[in-house]
Each structure stands twice: as structure tokens, then as C-alpha cells.
């Protein structure tokens, strides 16, 4: 079955950097666009980057573009998310999901982003 497993959270002070990883398998990872997204406390999940199955294409948002990098490994079957100059307003829990049609709808259990001093 489809299992996407995060890791790589933690606590860190602002300015610092994080690295995330997605293991993925249950599914050709190498055919679908992958995402992550975020859920703080209190707030709807919102979407932080985008990339292409291939990897030759990545769309992270406003708010995260030029200090967060979406990156994958197709021969690894992994997801990655590298966080650096780290802000309060980051702190969150960190998910990965598939972004195809009929896909979306699988979730792993995220990890947790702490960004405090």
C-alpha cells in the first residue's frame, strides 16, 4: 500500500536550517509530482512546494521562495525539503503528499518543525 514516511523535524533557532526527507513506496514514485505542505496549530494545511515528477520543475510559494528547496531522488524513492534561514512563523508539521489526480488523498504522519529561540 501507499506509505509516506517524514522525518527530519526538530527544533531549531530562528536563522538555523532543516533538512526533511520523504520516503515514499506503495507507488511509482518516479511518474507523479510530489508536495509539501504544512499544518500550523490552528490553521488550515497550506501548500509549500511543488515539484515535478522528473524533478526538472519546482514551484515552492511566496513565502518560502529563495529560502526553502524542494529536491528529489527518483532512484531513492525519497522527498526532500531543505529549510534554511528559518523563521517563527515556520513552526509547523511538515507533511508530503502526491500531487496527481485521484493521489492526493494519502498522507503520512508528518514531522514536526519548531523554529523558537
Known amino acids: 500500500q501507499v506509505q509516506l514516511v517524514e522525518s527530519g523535524g526538530g527544533l531549531v533557532q530562528p536563522g538555523g536550517s532543516l533538512r526533511l526527507s520523504c520516503l515514499a513506496s506503495?507507488?511509482?514514485?518516479?511518474?507523479?509530482?510530489m508536495g509539501w505542505y504544512r499544518q500550523a496549530p490552528g490553521s488550515e494545511r497550506e501548500l509549500v512546494a511543488l515539484?515535478?515528477?522528473?524533478?526538472?520543475?519546482?514551484n515552492p510559494v511566496d513565502s518560502v521562495r529563495g529560502r526553502f528547496t524542494i529536491s528529489r531522488d527518483n532512484s531513492k524513492n525519497a522527498l526532500y525539503l531543505q529549510m534554511d534561514s528559518l523563521k517563527p512563523e515556520d513552526t509547523a508539521l511538515y507533511y508530503c503528499?502526491?500531487?496527481?489526480?485521484?493521489?492526493?488523498?494519502?498522507w503520512g504522519q508528518g514531522t514536526q518543525v519548531t523554529v523558537s529561540s
Open positions: 506503495g507507488f511509482t514514485f518516479s511518474s507523479k509530482a
Open positions: 515539484i515535478s515528477a522528473r524533478g526538472d520543475a519546482t
Open positions: 503528499n502526491i500531487r496527481e489526480p485521484g493521489w492526493t488523498h494519502f
